[in-house]
């Protein structure tokens, strides 16, 4: 693969939620339900106001935690702790991926608006915990999620990521627009899930698949070990 056109990739950025597994097994269903019952218990409402709130966040802070940080003040670490208390036992382990994974030349990193303590456990899950050199994620931001274009900044600063040689891979189109605003390639892992959002303006997202695996597999040979941004 190539990123901006001719470059090798340097550094695969990888989405954790929806991306690393399909969404059809339904594991995030657990976290936005979690979501619910803590809006409920913390702040006293409906399950019927719960959910408008809980939408209206997302929407206007890019987090539901976010707007909960700042408006309502909540303790983030709490609130993480809890959402994530799921069960991962429809969970699946990817040979297929993580052979993949573990073809792909370059870095790998975890870029995910959950917690580190989430992602390892559904990336030991999966299988792929191995290959990845870091995650960065919503604590190491300050509690600012994607699509911030701060936080992407902030990503490549840290771990010195070369934008124009990284692929970012997330099932959230929106959080892919800063993304190829820095240079990186960009790959839409398309989703069913309505928190997803709506198809947006194509120009910025270069690969769509729903098959990440197979999407992957070929860029782990000599032969095809570069991918123009634009197919």
Same mark, same amino acid.
């Given at each position: 693969m190539s990123s901006g056109g001719t470059k090798p990739v340097g550094t695969?950025?990888?989405?954790l939620d929806n991306t690393l597994y399909?969404?059809?097994c339904r594991l995030f269903d657990q976290v936005q339900v979690r979501i619910r019952q803590y809006i409920?218990?913390?702040l006293g409402l409906s399950e019927t106001e719960a959910l408008a709130l809980q939408k209206r966040y997302f929407q206007e802070h890019m987090t539901t935690l976010r707007g909960l940080i700042v408006n309502d003040g909540i303790d983030p670490h709490g609130f993480l702790d809890f959402v994530h208390a799921i069960d991962l036992e429809g969970?699946? /382990?990817n040979p297929t991926l993580d052979a993949a994974i573990a073809a792909l030349p370059g870095r790998k990193v975890i870029f995910t608006n959950g917690s580190v303590a989430h992602a390892e456990r559904v990336m030991a899950r999966v299988g792929i915990g191995p290959h990845f050199e870091a995650i960065f994620d919503i604590i190491a931001s300050d509690f600012v999620p994607k699509p911030d274009p701060g936080v992407y900044q902030q990503l490549c600063d840290q771990y010195r990521i070369d934008p124009t040689t990284a692929v970012m891979i997330d099932?959230? /189109?929106r959080n892919l627009a800063p993304a190829h605003h820095l240079?990186?390639?960009t790959v839409l892992v398309k989703t069913d899930d309505e928190w997803a959002g709506a198809?947006?303006?194509p120009s910025f997202i270069h690969h769509v698949t729903e098959d990440l695996a197979g999407f992957l597999a070929p860029y782990g040979t000599p032969k095809t070990s570069t991918l123009e941004s634009k197919l």
């Amino acid at each position: 693969m190539s990123s901006g056109g001719t470059k090798p990739v340097g550094t695969w950025i990888f989405d954790l939620d929806n991306t690393l597994y399909p969404a059809s097994c339904r594991l995030f269903d657990q976290v936005q339900v979690r979501i619910r019952q803590y809006i409920r218990t913390n702040l006293g409402l409906s399950e019927t106001e719960a959910l408008a709130l809980q939408k209206r966040y997302f929407q206007e802070h890019m987090t539901t935690l976010r707007g909960l940080i700042v408006n309502d003040g909540i303790d983030p670490h709490g609130f993480l702790d809890f959402v994530h208390a799921i069960d991962l036992e429809g969970l699946a /382990p990817n040979p297929t991926l993580d052979a993949a994974i573990a073809a792909l030349p370059g870095r790998k990193v975890i870029f995910t608006n959950g917690s580190v303590a989430h992602a390892e456990r559904v990336m030991a899950r999966v299988g792929i915990g191995p290959h990845f050199e870091a995650i960065f994620d919503i604590i190491a931001s300050d509690f600012v999620p994607k699509p911030d274009p701060g936080v992407y900044q902030q990503l490549c600063d840290q771990y010195r990521i070369d934008p124009t040689t990284a692929v970012m891979i997330d099932d959230m /189109p929106r959080n892919l627009a800063p993304a190829h605003h820095l240079g990186m390639t960009t790959v839409l892992v398309k989703t069913d899930d309505e928190w997803a959002g709506a198809d947006v303006d194509p120009s910025f997202i270069h690969h769509v698949t729903e098959d990440l695996a197979g999407f992957l597999a070929p860029y782990g040979t000599p032969k095809t070990s570069t991918l123009e941004s634009k197919l």
